[in-house]
């Protein structure tokens, strides 16, 4: 809740975001999995336990890539690490989504997104069939509330961040609901065309193909590109 309104207050007045809220964003953004794995890892249910050694790997895993996305953003604009100053930014030069480096980095931040919000092809640490719902199997009730509503604001929360960050050239309302949408269309096109992943195989895809193109796109974002 905190995120969204940090986001809410840069995009209706950028000028009132302030100075390094995208760095407490992204602490803030990494809360939710590692409370999963601190309340799995209490439990000493041995599905629970497979669940929080899954989500402790896919955060090891997609954290670096996504961190090397946002650093992207901060040399596209300037070194800025202010919300509003990024959304200033691209104003006033045009959205990073339209350089080379500002698009692989979307890329990188899209697949990372779909991992932190838990969904297929990156669920497995709950993953129903196989471990009974993982490291949530012994919560039920408001804990289990809890969680589920965490998970639903990240997923308005995530897609807005990417807004901002690589879109934000022009956020009118109808222009960011547009946008928003076109996210929500392509979560839903991951989670519905693609099968789970394996916990080796979501590792070896993000500090392989996912980390080199994050890589790319760093050195494109020096270079001026």
């Avoid at 953004?29 to 000493?44: D, Q, T």
């Amino acid at each position: 809740v905190l995120v969204a309104t940090i986001l809410g207050v840069a995009v209706r007045s950028p000028l009132e975001s302030f100075l390094g809220d995208l760095i407490v964003v992204l602490y803030l953004l990494i809360i939710p999995a590692i409370a999963m794995i601190v309340g799995a890892s209490s439990s000493r249910n041995p599905l629970a336990s497979i669940g929080a050694s899954r989500e402790m790997k896919l955060v090891l895993g997609y954290e670096l890539p996504f961190i090397l996305s946002v650093i992207v953003v901060i040399i596209k604009s300037a070194g800025a690490i202010q919300l509003g100053a990024i959304l200033n930014h691209q104003i006033n030069f045009g959205a990073n989504l339209s350089s080379w480096s500002g698009m692989l980095a979307f890329l990188v931040a899209i697949i990372c997104m779909q991992a932190k919000l838990g969904f297929v092809p990156f669920d497995m640490s709950e993953a129903e069939q196989e471990i009974m719902a993982g490291a949530l199997i012994e919560y039920s009730g408001l804990p289990l509330a809890i969680f589920k509503l965490t998970k639903a604001i990240l997923l308005y929360t995530l897609p807005l961040l990417l807004t901002i960050l690589f879109w934000g050239s022009n956020l009118t309302p109808l222009a960011l609901i547009g946008k928003y949408v076109g996210l929500l269309v392509i979560i839903i096109l991951i989670k519905n065309t693609n099968p789970r992943l394996r916990i080796d195989q979501a590792l070896r895809f993000f500090w392989g193909p996912v980390t080199i193109l994050a890589l790319i796109a760093l050195i494109l974002a020096v270079a001026g590109y």
